[in-house]
């Protein structure tokens, strides 16, 4: 008999996308509110309090040709 196991992982990105159009680019006021949105729900995801430091790569920032994206994943097993 084999000795190994096996499992499914389900992986979630979750994403806010900030339009950047040329050539004006993204308004830093929207990338602003994005981050806010994105780090809250990263620190209720993980249950941190507002004054706890993230991690330098709890968020990971995008460049499509036309906009900004900022996002985080997360792994659970599939039951």
């Known amino acids: 008999m084999a000795d190994f196991t096996a499992e499914t992982v389900t992986r979630t990105i979750r994403r806010w996308i900030v339009p950047a159009a040329e050539p004006w680019g993204a308004a830093a006021a929207e990338i602003g509110k994005a981050w806010a ?18 991690h330098d790569d709890a968020l ?20």
């Open 37 to 54: 949105v994105a780090e809250r729900a990263y620190r209720k995801h993980h249950g941190l309090a507002d004054e706890q430091p993230l």
């Open 60 to 79: 990971r920032f995008h460049v499509r040709d036309d906009a900004v994206v900022i996002e985080f994943q997360t792994e659970a097993p599939t039951p």
